[in-house]
């Protein structure tokens, strides 16, 4: 079995509930980093030391279908003790880079959790990557534990991504219907070659992160 077939598991959330301490972690991932247009969008999910079952089928966002996304998406959120999805936007995204863009909208997601009635300033974080963030944007530090590949191995990461698949892809179509010409009902915003032959024809919108137009891979996330 390859690695990215196997199913996640709670392993790496309960030896950091071990090391750290503390009473609640908040699992991270982002969805939209290498899209052309549309937000960047960061998933959280809060789970406790005990937790129940998590919604079979679950997986990194990237591995399932849309529709079995769709599914899992309020079954993540109700797993979950809280979820929240935070954005930035395309302007965003050009005026400070993606690295902040990915910061502010993780501090927009901890603000939604705290606002639900999260105990945020109490819990350690997993995120997904090798690269923390999160913390550069925060008043106050938190317990921030990054790990490549988290969404494949880490059922609550698994759930975040979900989370914020969906919700972003929802918005993109959501777009679409004002923004027709791009296919973002289909790619998402992400450099398909019919995207990329829009731009070229229609030129960028306001959705588009202009400084990637002619720089940012055509990834899909």
Sequence with gaps: MRAADAAPTLDVERELFAASGAPFLIAVDEVGRG?????????????????????????????????????LAPLCAAWGLFSAVGEATPAEIDEHGIVTALGIAGWRALGALRAAGAAVDAASVLLDGNHDWLNP???????VTT????????????????????????????????????????????????????????????HHRRTWIHSSPAAID
């Design 35 to 71: 899209a052309l247009a549309g937000p960047v969008a960061v998933g959280m999910v809060v789970i406790a030391p005990e937790m129940p079952a998590f919604p079979a089928g679950l997986r990194d966002s990237k591995l399932l279908k849309e529709a079995v996304r769709e599914e």
């Design 137 to 143: 944007v925060l008043e106050s530090r938190m317990w």
């Design 147 to 206: 790990r490549i590949k988290a969404d494949l191995a880490c059922a609550s990461v698994a759930a975040a991504s979900v989370i914020a698949k969906v919700h972003r892809d929802r918005g993109m179509i959501a777009l679409h219907e004002s923004f027709p010409g791009y296919g973002w009902g289909s790619n998402k915003g992400y450099g398909s070659a019919a995207h990329l032959a829009a731009i070229a024809e229609l030129g960028p919108s306001e």
